[in-house]
């Protein structure tokens, strides 16, 4: 059984309430820096292979990144149902911010800050005055936003050895969270900023390029309802980011236009109109049929 620290959990949930006031959606962690709550799935029998894994829509905690929320009540019950959290994540990806964590690692044999001035050296872009977050090793989180309609991926050293990239379905743990190698803080001068926009540039390297996809004949099916059951199942903050994610993955296998329809249906029951929510789809299809462009140096 977990250990109990009740005032940490408390300085926990106090500093999860204040990013959330920041438009910052976010999740009890555990000192291994994990999510607190385990998935609620875990008993469950075998996965059925036809169905899309279970992001929320059950309606119980437990699913790590998708529990993130604005929400006061909503957070004050997560963090209830874990009392031993220490700390807090921050989902990466949500509007307002569409956050963009790059995390600076000091792995052995990296030296990642230079790795990073030498690709903006090369690629011509400066690192804009930012949140910045010290790890208890030493590392350093920095904080940037995207725009509404690019999704970037996570990622584990692809842009350069010790550079970690958190994007959508990604959260970077927040300062003042307690872990059990020390606490996360912000660096002097940083924690009353907001966070920048994200060099395009810098973006652009972030941005996987599209891939040529073999389209298959419309059909819905079990996939299309489990993209709609997902944005279905968005809370506030969530309802733009969930609806393109979902969009998306609908033009990268042929079913979007048979499926605009029941998402734009499903985004209104969520709280968007009709027309925020076809522009959204209008986004992920423009962004689905890309083809890849020749490199740049």
């Not at 019950?77 to 807090?88: H, Q």
């Not at 050895?161 to 803080?185: C, K, Q």
Request: proline fraction near 11%; charge should be positive; glycine fraction near 12%.
């Amino acid at each position: 059984m977990a250990t109990i620290d009740r005032q940490a959990t408390t300085l926990a949930l106090a500093h999860a309430l204040s990013a959330a006031e920041r438009g910052l959606a976010v999740i009890p962690l555990s000192r291994t820096k994990l999510p607190a709550l385990r998935s609620p799935h875990r008993t469950d029998p075998g996965p059925d292979p036809a169905a899309p894994p279970c992001h929320g829509e059950c309606g119980r905690f437990g699913h790590g990144v998708y529990d993130a929320s604005t929400d006061p009540r909503r957070i004050r019950a997560l963090f209830a149902a874990a009392p031993w959290s220490t700390g807090y994540g921050i989902a990466c990806g949500l509007a307002p911010h569409h956050l963009i964590g790059i995390d600076l690692d000091t792995k052995a044999g990296t030296d990642s800050s230079t790795a990073l001035r030498a690709l903006a050296l090369r690629h011509l872009f400066t690192i804009p005055d930012t949140v910045v977050v010290v790890t208890p090793s030493g590392g350093r989180h920095l904080w940037l936003t995207g725009p509404p309609d690019v999704v970037v991926p996570n990622s584990a050293s692809r842009l350069a050895p010790g550079i970690d990239i958190r994007g959508a379905g990604g959260y970077l743990v927040g300062p003042g969270s307690r872990t059990e190698h020390g606490v996360y803080g912000t660096a002097p001068g940083t924690g009353h900023l907001p966070p920048a926009p994200c060099p395009g540039e810098l973006l652009r390297l972030l941005t996987p390029p599209a891939r040529t996809r073999h389209r298959t004949p419309p059909a819905t099916g079990h996939q299309g309802r489990g993209l709609v059951q997902f944005v279905l199942a968005a809370h506030a903050g969530q309802r733009n980011t969930r609806l393109f994610w979902a969009a998306c993955r609908a033009y990268e296998n042929g079913i979007g236009p048979d499926l605009t329809p029941a998402l734009v249906e499903a985004a209104v029951r969520t709280g968007l109109t009709a027309h925020e929510a076809r522009s959204t789809i209008a986004s992920a299809s423009r962004m689905s049929s890309r083809e890849p462009g020749p490199p740049r140096d």
